[in-house]
Nanobody, 131 residues
Framework: QIQLAEAGGGSVRSGGSLRLSCAAS????????????VAWFRQAPGQEREGVAS???????TYSDSVEGRFTVYQDKAASTLYLQMNNLSPEDTAKYYC?????????????????????WGQGTQVTVSS
């Protein structure tokens, strides 16, 4: 079982920055999970959940086209935390952001948004960007 808990959401003006964090138990179980994939998804009201960024146990990252160059995903394994640094935010980034995880290396690029690649999900944290 992998537990995930997001934090860091909030409200920001267009052009601003936020950093999301996800406390992930997968980092504390290296014997049980020698390889893993952790990711950020987001879902706006009335829209499907879309992939944002992923990173695996080898620090291989993928990004969706909509955030490439603005968002950075990284992990602090010692702190058992996944991060998403979001810069130059726009109202189109407004959504609830979710942390997801699954054992094994990432199967598909996050651009494909395959939610069924991930068996574990956090509760989400809201990000609101005003113009």
């Amino acid at each position: 079982q992998i537990q995930l808990a997001e934090a860091g959401g909030g409200s920001v003006r267009s052009g601003g920055s936020l950093r999301l964090s996800c406390a992930a138990s997968v980092y504390r179980q290296p014997t049980r999970y020698p390889t893993y994939c952790v990711a950020w998804f987001r879902q706006a009201p009335g829209q499907e959940r879309e992939g944002v960024a992923s990173i695996d146990s080898d620090d291989q990252t993928t990004y969706s086209d909509s955030v490439e160059g603005r968002f950075t995903v990284y992990q602090d394994k010692a702190a058992s935390t996944l991060y998403l640094q979001m810069n130059n935010l726009s109202p189109e980034d407004t959504a609830k952001y979710y942390c997801a995880a699954d054992p094994g290396h990432c199967v598909d690029p996050i651009q494909e948004g395959r939610t069924d690649d991930y068996g574990y999900w956090g509760q989400g944290t809201q990000v609101t960007v005003s113009s």
